[in-house]
Protein backbone atom coordinates (compact mmCIF):
# COMPACT_ATOMS: atom_id res chain seq x y z
CA UNK A 1 0.00 0.00 0.00
CA UNK A 2 1.57 3.70 -1.00
CA UNK A 3 1.28 6.47 0.94
CA UNK A 4 -1.24 8.19 -2.06
CA UNK A 5 -3.72 5.05 -1.28
CA UNK A 6 -3.12 5.78 2.66
CA UNK A 7 -4.22 9.34 2.00
CA UNK A 8 -7.25 8.42 -0.12
CA UNK A 9 -8.59 6.38 3.08
CA UNK A 10 -7.97 9.04 4.91
CA UNK A 11 -10.63 11.00 2.81
CA UNK A 12 -12.73 8.57 2.38
CA UNK A 13 -13.57 7.82 6.00
CA UNK A 14 -13.10 11.32 6.84
CA UNK A 15 -15.96 11.94 4.43
CA UNK A 16 -17.49 9.11 5.47
CA UNK A 17 -17.48 10.98 9.19
CA UNK A 18 -18.59 14.33 8.32
CA UNK A 19 -21.89 12.29 6.44
CA UNK A 20 -22.47 10.17 9.63
CA UNK A 21 -21.87 13.40 12.16
CA UNK A 22 -24.60 15.54 9.70
CA UNK A 23 -27.29 12.71 9.79
CA UNK A 24 -27.01 11.54 13.82
CA UNK A 25 -26.44 14.76 14.63
CA UNK A 26 -23.59 13.73 16.47
CA UNK A 27 -21.28 16.83 15.70
CA UNK A 28 -19.53 16.73 18.93
CA UNK A 29 -18.18 15.09 22.26
CA UNK A 30 -17.91 16.65 25.59
CA UNK A 31 -14.80 16.32 27.53
CA UNK A 32 -15.27 16.10 31.49
CA UNK A 33 -11.72 16.66 33.20
CA UNK A 34 -12.48 14.60 36.63
CA UNK A 35 -9.54 14.44 39.47
CA UNK A 36 -10.06 10.72 38.00
CA UNK A 37 -9.09 11.44 34.91
CA UNK A 38 -10.02 12.68 31.39
CA UNK A 39 -13.83 11.27 30.75
CA UNK A 40 -15.56 11.40 27.12
CA UNK A 41 -19.24 11.35 26.81
CA UNK A 42 -21.70 11.85 23.18
CA UNK A 43 -24.89 14.30 24.41
CA UNK A 44 -27.92 14.00 23.48
CA UNK A 45 -30.05 17.21 22.78
CA UNK A 46 -30.61 18.09 26.25
CA UNK A 47 -29.37 20.99 28.06
CA UNK A 48 -26.64 19.85 30.27
CA UNK A 49 -26.51 21.55 33.90
CA UNK A 50 -24.41 21.49 36.52
CA UNK A 51 -20.87 19.34 36.53
CA UNK A 52 -18.08 21.58 34.48
CA UNK A 53 -17.98 20.16 30.99
CA UNK A 54 -16.02 21.60 27.97
CA UNK A 55 -16.56 20.66 24.11
CA UNK A 56 -12.81 20.77 23.83
CA UNK A 57 -13.25 19.27 20.20
CA UNK A 58 -15.77 17.80 18.51
CA UNK A 59 -16.72 14.67 15.87
CA UNK A 60 -17.25 17.04 12.87
CA UNK A 61 -13.54 18.56 13.63
CA UNK A 62 -11.79 14.98 13.42
CA UNK A 63 -13.92 13.90 10.37
CA UNK A 64 -12.63 18.06 8.72
CA UNK A 65 -9.30 17.29 9.57
CA UNK A 66 -9.40 13.52 8.04
CA UNK A 67 -11.09 15.04 4.83
CA UNK A 68 -8.73 17.99 4.15
CA UNK A 69 -5.59 15.83 4.96
CA UNK A 70 -6.51 12.96 3.16
CA UNK A 71 -7.76 15.07 0.10
CA UNK A 72 -4.69 17.20 -0.16
CA UNK A 73 -2.36 14.84 0.70
CA UNK A 74 -4.31 12.62 -2.42
CA UNK A 75 -3.68 15.14 -4.57
CA UNK A 76 -0.10 15.89 -3.71
CA UNK A 77 1.22 12.34 -3.54
CA UNK A 78 -0.42 11.35 -6.83
CA UNK A 79 0.17 14.71 -8.94
CA UNK A 80 2.93 16.54 -7.86
CA UNK A 81 6.48 16.17 -7.32
CA UNK A 82 6.76 16.87 -3.72
CA UNK A 83 8.76 14.91 -1.39
CA UNK A 84 7.15 12.16 1.29
CA UNK A 85 7.75 15.00 4.18
CA UNK A 86 7.03 17.86 2.61
CA UNK A 87 3.62 16.55 0.74
CA UNK A 88 2.93 15.33 4.85
CA UNK A 89 3.36 19.07 6.20
CA UNK A 90 1.34 20.59 3.90
CA UNK A 91 -1.17 18.12 4.30
CA UNK A 92 -1.67 18.11 7.76
CA UNK A 93 -1.56 21.91 7.76
CA UNK A 94 -4.92 21.56 5.49
CA UNK A 95 -6.05 19.38 8.04
CA UNK A 96 -5.49 21.39 11.08
CA UNK A 97 -6.94 24.53 9.56
CA UNK A 98 -9.77 23.10 7.93
CA UNK A 99 -10.95 21.49 11.48
CA UNK A 100 -10.49 25.15 13.17
CA UNK A 101 -13.02 26.16 10.63
CA UNK A 102 -15.42 23.62 11.09
CA UNK A 103 -14.36 23.59 15.01
CA UNK A 104 -15.18 27.34 14.95
CA UNK A 105 -18.52 26.97 12.65
CA UNK A 106 -19.72 24.12 15.11
CA UNK A 107 -19.22 25.69 18.50
CA UNK A 108 -19.80 29.52 17.40
CA UNK A 109 -22.73 28.78 15.13
CA UNK A 110 -24.65 25.66 15.34
CA UNK A 111 -23.67 24.62 18.68
CA UNK A 112 -24.48 28.43 20.10
CA UNK A 113 -27.69 27.11 22.10
CA UNK A 114 -26.43 24.14 23.36
CA UNK A 115 -25.05 26.57 25.96
CA UNK A 116 -26.26 26.13 29.64
CA UNK A 117 -28.49 28.42 30.52
CA UNK A 118 -27.25 30.78 33.54
CA UNK A 119 -29.86 32.09 35.53
CA UNK A 120 -27.86 35.42 36.16
CA UNK A 121 -28.63 36.32 32.48
CA UNK A 122 -31.72 36.80 33.83
CA UNK A 123 -33.40 39.81 35.98
CA UNK A 124 -34.50 37.94 38.69
CA UNK A 125 -35.81 40.73 41.59
CA UNK A 126 -39.02 41.11 41.38
CA UNK A 127 -40.18 37.58 40.56
CA UNK A 128 -42.86 35.83 41.61
CA UNK A 129 -43.11 32.19 42.76
CA UNK A 130 -44.10 29.53 45.19
CA UNK A 131 -41.57 27.33 46.77
CA UNK A 132 -41.06 23.93 46.06
CA UNK A 133 -39.34 22.98 49.14
CA UNK A 134 -39.29 24.71 52.43
CA UNK A 135 -37.02 27.23 53.63
CA UNK A 136 -35.87 26.33 57.40
CA UNK A 137 -34.07 29.16 59.29
CA UNK A 138 -30.91 29.97 57.91
CA UNK A 139 -31.18 27.48 55.26
CA UNK A 140 -31.67 26.80 51.78
CA UNK A 141 -34.89 25.25 49.58
CA UNK A 142 -36.23 25.87 46.20
CA UNK A 143 -38.28 28.08 44.51
CA UNK A 144 -40.49 27.46 41.13
CA UNK A 145 -41.15 30.54 38.93
CA UNK A 146 -42.44 30.87 35.34
CA UNK A 147 -40.22 32.94 32.91
CA UNK A 148 -40.91 33.57 29.78
CA UNK A 149 -43.17 30.86 29.37
CA UNK A 150 -41.46 28.46 30.78
CA UNK A 151 -40.87 26.40 34.06
CA UNK A 152 -37.93 27.87 36.12
CA UNK A 153 -36.27 27.09 39.37
CA UNK A 154 -33.58 28.23 41.49
CA UNK A 155 -32.12 27.39 45.19
CA UNK A 156 -33.74 29.78 47.36
CA UNK A 157 -33.29 31.48 51.07
CA UNK A 158 -35.35 33.65 53.08
CA UNK A 159 -34.22 37.33 52.97
CA UNK A 160 -34.34 37.82 56.59
CA UNK A 161 -32.91 34.20 57.84
CA UNK A 162 -36.94 33.24 58.60
CA UNK A 163 -38.16 29.84 58.06
CA UNK A 164 -40.61 29.60 55.28
CA UNK A 165 -42.85 26.81 54.94
CA UNK A 166 -43.24 25.06 51.12
CA UNK A 167 -46.06 26.05 48.56
CA UNK A 168 -45.93 29.71 50.12
CA UNK A 169 -45.83 32.52 47.26
CA UNK A 170 -42.99 34.31 47.75
CA UNK A 171 -41.48 37.41 45.81
CA UNK A 172 -37.72 37.96 44.88
CA UNK A 173 -35.95 40.56 46.78
CA UNK A 174 -32.37 40.11 45.71
CA UNK A 175 -30.01 37.61 43.48
CA UNK A 176 -26.73 37.03 44.11
CA UNK A 177 -24.02 34.39 43.78
CA UNK A 178 -26.57 32.12 42.33
CA UNK A 179 -29.05 32.16 44.93
CA UNK A 180 -32.76 34.03 45.06
CA UNK A 181 -33.30 35.61 48.21
CA UNK A 182 -36.99 35.55 49.00
CA UNK A 183 -39.91 37.14 50.70
CA UNK A 184 -43.29 35.53 51.67
CA UNK A 185 -46.18 37.50 49.41
CA UNK A 186 -48.14 37.91 52.44
CA UNK A 187 -45.83 40.19 54.43
CA UNK A 188 -44.93 42.08 51.61
CA UNK A 189 -48.85 42.88 51.18
CA UNK A 190 -49.19 43.01 54.59
CA UNK A 191 -46.46 45.50 55.17
CA UNK A 192 -47.99 47.73 52.25
CA UNK A 193 -51.39 47.44 53.78
CA UNK A 194 -49.97 49.24 57.16
CA UNK A 195 -48.06 51.95 55.29
Known amino acids: MTWTDIYLICFIVGFSLTVIAALSGTFHLHLDVHHHGLHVHVPHGDIHAGG ?3 SIFNFG ?3 A ?3 WFGGIGYLLSRFSGLLFWAALSVS ?3 GIIGGGLVFLFLTK ?3 AHEQPLNALDYEMVG ?3 QLTSAIRE ?3 GEIGFSQEGIRRGAPARSDDGSPIQKHADVV ?3 YENGVAYVRRWDELTDTKETN
Do not use: M
Open 52 to 54: PHV
Open 172 to 174: VTR
Open 127 to 129: VFG
Open 61 to 63: TIA
Open 109 to 111: VLL
Open 92 to 94: TLA
Open 65 to 67: FLT
Open 138 to 140: GGT
